[in-house]
C-alpha cells in the first residue's frame, strides 16, 4: 500500500521555511503558517497550501509524489510615511525567498516511517490578491516527492 506522506511533508516544509534566514528576514517564522493561519493575522504572511498526493508504488519501493503551492501574501510597504517597496514587488520578493528556501532540499524523516522527500520548484504565479485590494499573491508550486 502506498505511504501518502502529507503530513510529514507538510512538517518538512513548514520546519525549512522557518528555519531560512532570507525568507525570515521578511516574513517572521510566527507568520508562516499551515494551511489556514490565523483569523487576525499581521502582513506579511506566508501560507501552506493545498497538498494533492500521488502514490508511487513499484518492486521496492513505497512513496508518494505531492503537488503543493506555498504562498506569500504582502501589502505595500511603507516607513515613516514613505512607500519603500510596493505590494507587488513585496510579495515577489517573499516567492523568491520561499523557492530559494525550498527548491532541491532534500530532508529525511522518520515518522510514520522512514523516508527520503525530494522537493523541486516547478514554478510560480504573482497576482494582485483577490480578498484584499492593496495586497499582492505569490504562488511558489513545489513537486515533493517522498520514497520509503
Not at 23 to 39: D, E, G, K
Not at 51 to 79: N, Y
Amino acid at each position: 500500500m502506498a505511504k501518502l506522506a502529507t503530513v510529514p511533508v507538510r512538517k518538512a516544509i513548514l520546519t525549512l521555511l522557518k528555519a531560512d534566514a532570507t525568507l525570515t528576514a521578511i516574513v517572521p517564522a510566527s507568520r508562516i503558517y499551515p494551511q489556514s493561519p490565523p483569523a487576525s493575522h499581521a502582513w506579511p504572511f506566508v501560507r501552506y497550501g493545498a497538498p494533492t498526493a500521488i502514490p508511487i508504488v513499484a518492486t521496492r519501493i513505497d512513496g508518494s509524489e505531492l503537488s503543493v503551492a506555498v504562498h506569500g501574501f504582502a501589502k505595500d510597504r511603507i516607513v515613516d510615511g514613505v512607500l519603500v517597496e510596493t505590494a507587488e514587488d513585496h510579495a515577489d520578493r517573499i516567492g523568491a525567498a520561499i523557492a530559494a528556501a525550498l527548491d532541491r532540499k532534500m530532508v529525511t524523516i522518520t515518522t510514520p516511517y522512514p523516508a527520503r522527500i525530494r522537493i523541486r520548484s516547478t514554478g510560480c504565479q504573482l497576482i494582485a490578491d483577490g480578498g484584499e485590494a492593496d495586497a499582492y499573491h505569490a504562488v511558489q508550486n513545489f513537486r515533493v516527492r517522498v520514497i520509503g
